[in-house]
């Protein structure tokens, strides 16, 4: 019988592998790689485990091409999906992507019913909503991974600017993950003190864009987007869940009365613990964030709407 939880990952590219990666790394739990690729997710299995041995750790880390794999997961982690390519929409984006987690999630409902799912793959706010409606878990199940990227971009941008520890940085960031995110500044603080206590509007403005064009930076600087931050993040997830850290992480999340808002998926603040989603905490904001706030919900909303209607997602 096996004595750690099991989280298995859909998908075995780079993402797919840098999470199992990290999540080695943290000595969390066993690891199912699944991909559809013969022979990736075994190697990339092996690759792993003799890491393992190298640091000492004793974990499973095995690889599959059985979607039904997933059975006996406490945690599935979907990042399989197509990379945005040039000239296509995110709405292009999300229908192609939205077949893929269709499918996953399918066999998730059916083989690893009790699971919690974080779900990794882009448009996330768009995919986190396409895995609700196909697996039927309640919102607390179904995790969007997004905002601990953004906001960790943005406590970068930040503490390198001021030249002070990034644990000195408290910054988050709400709405879409992609280009209508709203970083906050009106709650943001540097060594207890507020950001425009310590930067010029000008200043935050540019750090400000930054972080909206970050992941459009690292793809244009390597070539492919990233992954070893991603990865980063998504253990922290793990942790939180199956150490039931009960940590305020920033995630996409099923809004169901918060900010006035129901049935959209955005990216907020959230407790995240042994259960998932503990409970979604609603920071205050300014009006400019507001107003840049419900753009981006209303926003997602209408490209949901459309995708689920093309994917005949009820």
Known sequence: MRGRPLVSIVGSGRVGTACALFLMMRSLCDIRLIDVVQGLPQGEALDISHAASILGIDLEIEGSNDLGDVKGSDIVIVTAGFARKPGMTREELAIENGKIVREICERVRESAPDSIVIVVTNPVDIMTSVALKVLKFPRERVIGFSGILDSGRYRFLIAKRLGVSVRSVEAYVVGQ?????????????????????????????????????????????????????????????????????????????????????????????????????????EIDMDEEERRAFVEAVNWIREITSKVLSSLNIV
């Open 177 to 281: 993950h992609g280009e209508r995110m709203v970083p906050l500044v009106s709650s943001s603080r540097v060594c207890a003190q507020p950001l425009a206590r310590t930067l010029s509007r000008d200043e935050i403005d540019k750090i400000r864009e930054r972080v909206v064009k970050a992941g459009e930076e690292i793809i244009k600087l390597k070539g492919w987007s990233a992954s070893h931050a991603v990865g980063a993040g998504v253990s922290e997830l793990v942790e939180d869940i199956l150490r039931d850290k009960r940590r305020l992480e920033n995630v996409s999340a099923m809004l169901q009365g918060e900010y006035g808002v129901r049935d959209v998926v955005a990216e907020v603040l959230a407790i995240v613990g042994r259960d998932g989603i503990v409970k979604i905490v």
